[in-house]
């Protein structure tokens, strides 16, 4: 089963912008068009945070936002603040076969 | 509101099987594919099996693949999954989900609480 590629962990300060990467390979992230982030706070479930690459669901924060060039995803999060501190997830559709996969996650600090 | 509770999770032996159950309400259940995703303890989500709307089309992680069976029952408004021979790599928190889509696998939108399976003589 593939995984997507994210780096363990990131970290910004308040008020700052960060980006977390997602890769993947041709048959996942390069060829489907429906990967999502998600947030997920300690003990809670995951929440949505970006769909089909770049679209926000209703009340999502506009200081998220996501984009997706060849293989790799990315979910960038302006205007750091400190209830952004999270684990983030990206997800991607990855063929019949295999399905979905998931990143490994990243841990985001909000110094 | 959308809403999934899931149950059935629990402590099971190495080998023996268990049923989990979503309850889902707040929404037209027969028009959304569903989703199993586990967590271990400690560690990052991990797809399991999915369902179509009709169960016309069904996947499963190559972890879970001849061990797991996913099912619904639109009138009830159920997911399920039977779990069978289950081993100790199986422990973690399994999350009933909605897809957004209904003939395939788009993107997950809601996500249930979870239910705590622990696999351990």
């Known amino acids: 089963q593939s995984v997507l590629t994210q780096p363990a962990s990131v970290s910004g300060s308040l008020g700052q912008s960060i980006t977390i990467s997602c890769i993947g390979i041709s048959s996942d992230v390069g060829s489907y068009n429906v990967v999502s982030w998600y947030q997920q706070h300690p003990g809670k479930a995951p929440k949505l945070m970006i769909y089909?690459?770049?679209k926000r669901p209703s009340g999502v924060s506009n200081r998220f936002s996501g984009s997706k060039s060849g293989n790799t995803a990315s979910l960038t999060i302006s205007g750091l603040q400190a209830e952004d501190e999270a684990d983030y997830y990206c997800c991607s559709y990855a063929g019949s076969s295999i399905n979905v996969v998931f990143g490994g996650g990243t841990k985001l600090t909000v110094l | 509101e959308v809403q999934l509770v899931e149950s059935g999770g629990g402590l099971v032996q190495p080998g023996r099987s268990l049923r989990l159950s979503c309850a889902a309400s707040g929404f037209t259940f027969d028009d959304y594919a569903m989703h199993w995703v586990r967590q271990a303890p400690g560690k990052g989500l991990e797809w399991v099996s999915g369902?179509?709307?009709?169960?016309?089309?069904?996947g499963y992680a190559d972890s879970v693949k001849g061990r797991f069976t996913i099912s619904r029952d639109n009138a009830k408004n159920s997911l399920y999954l039977q779990m069978n021979n289950l081993r100790g790599e199986d422990t973690a928190l399994y999350f009933c989900a909605r897809d957004s889509g209904w003939s395939d696998w788009y993107f997950i939108d809601y996500w249930g609480q979870g239910t705590l399976v622990t696999v351990s003589s």
């Open positions: 089909e690459g770049s």
């Open positions: 369902i179509i709307w009709n169960s016309g089309r069904i």
